[in-house]
């Protein structure tokens, strides 16, 4: 059966960098798109991008392009989420989840990994 | 960038009773819009793509219609296990969310 895992909790300091992973398995990793999303605390869903695993396209909501790197490593097919000078803004949940169908919708999540930033 | 307004943000409702939230976008989304039910502490879990066909398990209480701009979703004979926040989501153009809806049991 399709499972993402994601990798455990963050603390990270103002100004740095945090990097999340979600390891694919289950299916083919490379033939399907995967998404992260966002999740303040007490507020709704919003989708920060996606990458193809197999061409390593990415494309980025407007608000997250200097924000989030999405990368993908097909030999260990793991996704990956770069957060990059972090503010208390970026404390969050930040879930992984797959494509499927065209245009895709997200079928499959991961169980959510919380970045929290502080001094 | 297509705007989604879910409504209503909560509500209420009795053991066996029924509810509907709607989602309406800000252009016509071609019925790209799915809706997951998100309990704390987990992933979002899918129930309904392309505006009404129901994902594999999910029962039959759970339905969705619409077309164009205007997207409704509805749950019957509800269960203590509904309790959770729903979301819609349209796909048609990138990603957008609606604001969610947090379903509790009177």
């Known amino acids: 059966q399709v499972q993402l895992q994601q990798s455990g909790a963050e603390l990270a300091r103002p100004g740095a960098s945090v990097k999340v992973s979600c390891k694919a398995s289950g299916y083919t990793f490379s033939s399907y798109t995967m998404h992260w999303v966002k999740q303040r605390p007490g507020q709704g869903l919003e989708w920060i991008g996606y990458i193809n695993p197999s061409s390593g396209y990415t494309n980025y909501n407007q608000k997250f392009k200097d924000k989030a790197t999405l990368t993908a490593d097909k030999s260990s097919s793991t996704a990956y989420m770069q957060l990059s000078s972090l503010t208390s803004e970026d404390s969050a949940v930040y879930y992984c989840?797959?494509?499927?169908?065209?245009?895709?919708?997200?079928?499959?999540w991961g169980q959510g990994t919380l970045v929290t930033v502080s001094a | 960038d297509i705007q989604m307004t879910q409504s209503p943000s909560s509500l209420s409702a009795s053991l066996g009773g029924k509810v509907t939230i709607t989602c309406k976008a800000s252009?016509?989304?071609?019925?790209?819009i799915a809706w997951y039910q998100h309990k704390p502490g987990k992933g979002p879990r899918l129930l309904i793509h392309?505006?009404?066909t129901l994902q594999p398990g999910i029962p039959s209480r759970f339905s969705g219609s619409g077309s164009g701009r205007d997207y409704s979703f509805s749950i019957s004979n509800l269960e203590p296990e509904d309790i959770a926040t729903y979301y819609c989501l349209q796909y048609n153009n990138l990603y957008t969310f609606g604001g969610g809806t947090k379903l509790e049991i009177k």
């Open positions: 252009q016509d989304i071609n019925k790209d």
């Open positions: 392309y505006t009404s």
């Open positions: 989840a797959r494509g499927y169908g065209y245009p895709a919708w997200f079928a499959y």
